[in-house]
């Protein structure tokens, strides 16, 4: 139906276009973030939305174009690869445990942003052909839960302010 | 609501499952590494120099944009960068086998090797 699929295109580009928007603004606060790879994420606010509001395929396809545009605009090819690889590995892993029913939001949250670490470091290391980037590792999941969390909490909030909203 | 009760510890039962495995990777890392005799210089995975940890110096890397690496009482850093986020200058020094310091904006890694007898102090290309 035309009303539905022009509905949900417009709810992509606003999602995707927020979702931009929240890593440059991500970009633009100078905590030292001593390992690379660390970061908060908050764009993954967006996908966690689109996932509880719309489906699977949704989020997939806000967050992947998201993560393309973003490292078209204002990365290169490299940047692309560690995102991309973090950005399907975590998608994936979270529609998994979506699907299972036995964790919250937050709990799908976290492990999204530790399989995110994970899959980065592991395409890092892999290109850079330097194994021992998995010394990062340790501290990375860390991080991963911790924003993870956050993610997590931040998105259910917005997600309950929707209740009433279709997308 | 039960159901809600029990995915919040699933939830805690995940995240205690992936700190686990953290602190696991921590014990690994640490019983791996020795103090390390050099510093490798990498490039897209091409190691192109390699500089002995004893002999204080600083280096200029230009071989993909511009690192300052510094050697100073066997640690190994990057004090300049001219990459945009310099999160290479704000790592901690390293020392130790196995640990890395790297831009990846300039897909450069030093990485310490314990070295021993090495022939030459660097490479150049």
Redesign the interface.
């Known amino acids: 139906m035309n009303n539905v699929k022009t509905r949900k295109i417009a709810a992509y580009a606003l999602m995707i276009a927020l979702a931009m928007i929240f890593s440059y603004v991500e970009a633009l606060i100078p905590i030292p973030f001593v390992v690379p790879g660390m970061k908060l994420g908050l764009a993954n606010i967006i996908t966690m939305v689109a996932l509880y509001k719309m489906g699977t395929l949704d989020a997939a396809v806000v967050s992947l174009t998201r993560i393309l545009l973003s490292a078209l605009l204002f990365g290169n090819v490299f940047s692309l690869a560690y995102s991309l690889s973090g950005g399907i590995i975590s998608l994936v892993v979270m529609v998994l445990l979506k699907k299972t029913d036995k964790f919250s939001i937050i709990g799908v949250s976290l492990a999204g942003g530790v399989c995110h670490n994970i899959g980065q470091i592991g395409v890092a290391a892999v290109l850079l052909e330097t194994a021992e980037l998995i010394y990062y590792l340790p501290v990375l999941m860390i991080t991963g839960t911790l924003t993870g969390i956050l993610i997590g909490i931040l998105g259910g909030l917005i997600i309950e302010r929707l209740k009433s909203v279709i997308i | 609501m039960s159901n809600?009760n029990?995915?919040?510890k699933?939830?805690i039962i995940?995240?205690i499952g992936?700190?686990f495995?953290?602190?696991i990777?921590?014990f690994f890392?640490n019983m791996h590494s020795k103090d390390g005799g050099s510093v490798d210089i990498?490039v897209?995975?091409?190691v192109v120099a390699s500089y002995k940890l004893s002999d204080d110096c600083e280096v200029p890397l230009n071989y993909n944009g511009y690192n300052l690496l510094r050697i100073e009482s066997g640690q190994a850093r990057i004090i300049k960068a001219d990459c945009p986020d310099k999160?290479?200058t704000?790592?901690?020094r390293i020392s130790r086998s196995?640990?890395?310091i790297?831009c990846?904006?300039n897909?450069t890694?030093i990485?310490i090797s314990e070295g021993d007898e090495r022939e030459f102090d660097g490479v150049v290309e």
Do not use: M, Y
Request: with cysteine.
């Open positions: 809600a029990s995915k919040r699933n939830d995940l995240l992936f700190l495995v953290g602190i990777l921590v890392v990498q897209d995975g091409e999160l290479c704000q790592q901690r196995g640990e890395t790297t990846l904006p897909r890694v990485k």
